[in-house]
């Protein structure tokens, strides 16, 4: 039977619940218990697909094809492991699956209600994924924060479950925030006091409050939570900003996190050894060697929109012992002057990540175009070998006004076009080629070389592909397809002979990168960077 570890959030939310979730499963994991996570999603949209992902964060697909949260990737990393659907519920879906089956007549004379249809509902949900995962401990994160209207139903079911399997089985875990007074210096508890009652108002007694603060907690505010709080004082931690989040395993750790979870939970006391991953985390953060990458983008995308990009450049310097610092670029700037553009110089590497819609567009086509001219490191994520693509029409076919019809539905030369079967589809949501799909390789290429086998699966999130008119062209012209789709119909990837690196994925390898194991083309990329950054001692003042 599944124990349970539920973590719910205090105070406001964007705190790095998901990050303190991943943490415990990874000091639960490195003890040898086989640990999944998943998340609540407190929103009425079926899948995190159809959000807007400069609002909501980074839309994280799994291997199923899901369109997830982005915590749902931050579990995936901390843990290593493949989650699913199962791992992320919101409330759109849990009334989807109860109103269907009202219609189906399966509620057949009830009044079908909150509770406990919905609460029963999301407790089914909520067990299915722990069997599912055939997991020991499954951490359970509720999103938002307590007192939102919108999550009650959430923690209503977490409250029925402590009461169905037991204290030995269930264990509350209670994320807050610490706001520091800036003139004082001053560390306030107040607001943990109040959400941990706005909690306990709703049945709720935490087990463990873990109070995120910019710097650590005193003995002195940790004796006030206690005490307020009806908490242990060993079993209020301190969880203050870090250089990484991978470093928070082994704060809370130092802090007797797993004894506390050993002894509630019942589970015969065992060691955790978190010295694999702490040395995978030590050579992402103190390497002394550096590369400047550049991010070609539009601004308001920013940090939390391509979460697994960074990760996955943290990955590769990491295993390439060099810290990766990522810039951000503007791409509309680059369409308005020249200078903008030779500016791309200083970097040792450039990236045009994932995409949609138009604008900025000219900007990244000018930096997929600028980093082939001047052997700069080029890495294009989906949208970034369409435009590749795109960039390559134009300058070196010739092709006035090549474009991608999702840009320009007129263009002269669609070279890249919808994928047949997107055609016939009207809906929007779930409904792109999505998630894991086997990519044969070919031999010769660097990316064979890279990989190092005939086979690889990576995740997919889009609805256009390089046009099959123009591959020969493509071709003749000397653009090397190196990676099929199975049925050799549809491109995977792309890259250039006689250059010190130009390559690009219809696929996004972000989403499988994990510490200490960066995708293989990301691992290409940062070491081309790296080697540029080395023979022409690129002079990028930071
Ligand atoms: N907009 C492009 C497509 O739908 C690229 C998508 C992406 O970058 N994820 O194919």
């Known amino acids: 039977m599944p124990k349970y570890i539920f973590v719910t959030g205090g105070v406001i939310s964007g705190i790095g619940k998901g990050v303190i979730a991943g943490s415990i499963g990874k000091i639960l994991q490195s003890s040898g218990i086989k640990v999944s996570v998943m998340k609540m999603d407190p929103y009425l949209n079926v ?48 009334y989807l699956n109860v109103l269907q089956r009202e219609r189906e007549g399966k509620y057949l004379g009830k009044c079908v209600q909150i509770i406990p249809h919905i609460t029963d509902e999301i407790k089914r949900l909520i067990r299915y994924a722990a069997r599912k995962d055939d997991a020991d401990v499954m951490i359970v994160e509720s999103g938002g924060t307590v007192g939102d209207i919108e999550a009650l139903p959430f923690l209503e079911a977490l409250r029925q479950m402590r009461f169905e399997e037991g204290k030995d089985n269930t264990l509350f875990v209670h994320v807050t925030l610490a706001p520091i007074i800036e003139d004082v210096g001053e560390l306030k508890t107040k607001p943990t006091q109040h959400s941990v009652q706005e909690l306990r108002r709703i049945g709720i007694q935490p087990d463990i409050i873990i109070v995120r603060s910019k710097k650590r907690l005193t003995e002195a505010n940790r004796d006030k939570i206690s005490l307020f ?20 395993p082994q704060v809370l750790e130092e802090q007797g996190l797993s004894k506390i979870i050993f002894e509630q939970l019942k589970i015969p006391s065992r ?106 490191p080029y890495l294009g994520l989906c949208f970034g070998l369409q435009l590749a693509v ?22 002269p030369y669609p070279v890249i076009d919808l994928l047949p079967e997107q055609k016939e589809i009207d809906k929007l949501g779930g409904t792109m080629r999505l998630g894991g799909h086997n990519i044969i390789l070919k031999a010769g290429t660097l990316a064979f070389r890279l990989y190092g086998k005939n086979v690889i699966r990576e995740r997919h999130r889009h609805r256009y592909e390089i046009n099959p008119k123009y591959w020969n062209v493509l071709q003749e012209a000397g653009m090397v397809f190196s990676g099929f789709s199975e049925d050799m119909k549809r491109v995977e990837i792309i890259e250039l002979k006689d250059h010190p690196f130009y390559m690009a994925s219809q696929y996004h390898p972000e989403f499988v990168s994990r510490p200490g194991k960066p995708d293989p083309i990301f691992r290409g990329f940062v070491e081309a960077s790296l080697m540029r950054r080395k023979s022409i001692g690129v002079s990028l003042k930071v």
Request: net charge negative; with cysteine; hydrophobic share 35%.
């Open 47 to 94: 899948d995190a697909g159809t959000m807007n992902p400069l609002v909501h964060g980074e839309v994280f697909v799994c291997d199923d094809g899901a369109e997830t949260d982005m915590d749902i990737g931050t579990y995936e990393r901390f843990l290593d492991i493949n989650l699913s659907r199962a791992n992320n519920i919101t409330t759109g879906q849990v």
């Open 229 to 248: 709080t009806n908490v242990p004082r060993e079993n209020v931690l301190s969880s203050p900003d870090l250089k990484s989040p991978y470093l928070v």
């Open 271 to 376: 060691d955790v050894d978190l010295s694999e991953w702490n040395n995978v985390v030590k050579d992402m953060l103190e390497s002394k060697d550096e590369v400047h990458i550049a991010m070609v983008g539009k601004y308001a995308e920013l940090a939390d929109s391509y979460v697994s990009v960074n990760h996955a450049l943290y990955h590769a310097g990491g295993v390439l012992k060099c810290r990766v610092k990522i810039h951000w670029i503007e791409s509309e700037n680059l369409e308005c002057d020249n200078s903008s553009l030779s500016e791309l110089e200083k970097y040792d590497g450039i990236i045009v990540p994932g995409g949609f819609g138009s604008r900025g567009v000219e900007g990244k086509i000018l930096a997929a175009n600028y980093a082939r001219e001047k052997g700069i």
């Open 390 to 411: 795109v960039s390559f029409a134009r300058h070196v076919l010739g092709y006035e006004g090549a474009n991608s019809t999702e840009i320009d539905p007129n263009t």
